[in-house]
């Protein structure tokens, strides 16, 4: 699962076990069609014990930008916007503290020319400064390549 890593600033791959919720629904797709059996590779116990009952919703797991997207959208304190699932204070802190780093928010939190730029593009903040930031320096078929 790609999962955001906020010690190194962007997304890596994690294995998590399922969630029961998301078993029982593999389970009800065996004998769908025609017959069928479900083999899990867990014990009962860890089925009860071990997983959760539904996944964490992604936008509690996420990266910066969706943080971007939603300052792109004129919404002016994140902290007090009204998430069906609110991330934790402290990630949207970190995207907040990280786009100003990329030099996409001013010391206000206001989206600056490079982050309307960055908003464009469907990456992530990182990716999309590197790209605009080698068309700037004439290097822009080597990040291609790079990237």
């Known amino acids: ?53 539904s996944l964490v919703p992604e936008i509690q797991k996420t990266n910066l930008f969706p943080v971007l997207l939603l300052k792109s959208l004129q919404v002016e304190n994140l902290l007090e916007f009204d998430f069906m699932d609110p991330p934790p204070e402290d990630n949207i802190l970190n995207s907040l503290y990280q786009l100003w780093v990329l030099g996409a928010l ?28 080698g068309e700037m320096l004439g290097c822009t078929n080597e990040i291609l390549t790079i990237g």
């Open 1 to 53: 699962m790609k999962v955001y890593n906020r010690r190194m600033g962007m997304d890596a791959l994690q294995v998590f076990p399922v969630s029961r919720a998301a078993a029982d629904q593999r389970s009800g797709r065996a004998g769908r069609t025609g017959p069928g059996t479900c083999y899990r590779l867990y014990t009962e116990s860890a089925y009860r014990n071990e997983l959760l009952p």
């Open 106 to 133: 001013d010391n206000i939190e206001n989206l600056i020319d490079l982050g309307w730029k960055m908003v464009e593009f469907p990456l992530d903040p990182p990716l999309a400064k590197m790209l605009l930031t």
